[in-house]
C-alpha cells in the first residue's frame, strides 16, 4: 500500500505479443513442413513452403513495428525460426533432391553430399548469429553476407526450376553441389548486400527508393506467368549483385561512399 493506504498496482507481467510472433510460428511451420515434404520426395512442395516461410519473415518484423510491440523475445524466437526455415530446410531439401545421389559415384562423395548440406546449415547458423550480434552497429543500407532468406530463396528456387523443366536432382547432383557450397559461404563472406532500406532513422527509417516499386511490380507480374523461372532469376541476380559490387569497389575505391 501507499501513504494514502491505497493498494500499489501489481507490476506487470512478462508475457510475449501474440500476433507478431504468430507470423513468426508460420514461418517456422513453413520450415518444418519443407523438411517434411523434402523427405518424402515432395520438392516443389517443400520449395513453396520456404517461400510462404520468407514471406511470413517479413512481415512479422514489420507487423510488430506497426503495433508497437517489438520485444527481445520476439527478435530471438525469429532467430530461431529463421534457423529452421532458411538452414535446415533448404539443406534438407538439397540433400534428399540431388546430395544424396553423390553416394552413386562413391562411398567418399556420399559423405561430401551430406557434409555440404551440414556445412550450408552451419553457415546459415553463423550468419543469424553475426546478423544479431551486429544489430545497431551496422549501415542497416546493407547486409554483411548474403541474408539466409536470400540463399534459401536461391537454393529453393534452383530446385523448384529444375522440376518444372524435368531435370532431376541425380542429374545435376554436381551443381546442386556447387550452389549449396557457394550460397553457404556467401552467408558468412564479408561482402555487403543491399538491404533496399533507407539510411535513416524514425518514421523514414524503412522507406525504399521508387525504382524499387516499380522492379518489385515487374517481379510480382512475371511471378504470375512463370514464378520458378522468375524466383530463380531474382534470387541468382541478387546473389551476384554483392560480389559484382565488391569488384567495383576494387576497380573504383573512390566510388565506395557506403563504408
Not at 517434411?36 to 510462404?52: D, K, L, N, T
Not at 522440376?163 to 532431376?168: E, H, R
Not at 525504399?208 to 534470387?235: C, E, G, Q, R
Not at 541468382?236 to 573504383?252: E, F, M
Request: aromatic share 12%.
Amino acid at each position: 500500500m501507499d501513504d494514502h493506504g491505497t493498494p500499489a498496482p501489481r507490476p506487470r507481467g512478462r508475457g510475449i505479443y501474440l500476433l507478431p510472433n504468430l507470423f513468426t510460428t508460420g514461418g517456422l511451420f513453413g520450415g518444418f513442413f519443407a523438411i517434411i515434404a523434402a523427405s518424402q520426395g515432395r520438392f516443389e512442395a517443400a520449395c513453396v513452403a520456404i517461400f510462404v516461410a520468407g514471406v511470413l519473415d517479413g512481415l512479422d518484423g514489420r507487423v510488430a513495428r506497426l503495433t508497437n510491440t517489438q520485444s527481445e523475445f520476439g527478435v530471438q524466437y525469429d532467430s530461431l525460426a529463421d534457423l529452421v526455415s532458411f538452414g535446415m530446410a533448404p539443406a534438407m531439401l538439397m540433400y534428399h533432391w540431388a546430395l544424396l545421389s553423390l553416394k552413386l559415384d562413391s562411398a567418399t562423395l556420399g559423405k561430401i553430399g551430406w557434409l555440404a548440406a551440414f556445412l550450408y546449415a552451419a553457415c546459415a547458423a553463423l550468419r543469424l548469429a553475426r546478423f544479431n550480434s551486429q544489430v545497431g552497429t551496422v549501415d542497416k543500407r546493407w547486409f554483411v553476407g548474403l541474408a539466409s532468406p536470400a540463399a534459401a530463396g536461391l537454393m529453393a528456387s534452383f530446385v523448384w526450376t529444375c522440376q518444372d523443366f524435368g531435370w532431376s536432382g541425380e542429374e545435376l547432383r554436381y551443381a546442386a553441389l556447387a550452389l549449396t557450397v557457394v550460397a553457404g559461404l556467401l552467408m558468412v563472406s564479408r561482402v555487403r548486400y543491399t538491404s533496399f532500406k533507407g539510411s535513416g532513422s524514425g518514421p523514414k527509417a524503412d522507406r525504399v527508393p521508387f525504382f524499387v516499386l516499380v522492379v518489385a511490380l515487374a517481379v510480382l507480374i512475371a511471378l504470375w506467368i512463370a514464378p520458378a523461372v522468375t524466383l530463380l532469376a531474382t534470387s541468382v541476380l541478387y546473389a551476384l549483385s554483392g560480389p559484382l559490387l565488391w569488384l567495383r569497389r576494387r576497380w573504383q575505391p573512390g566510388q565506395d561512399t557506403a563504408a
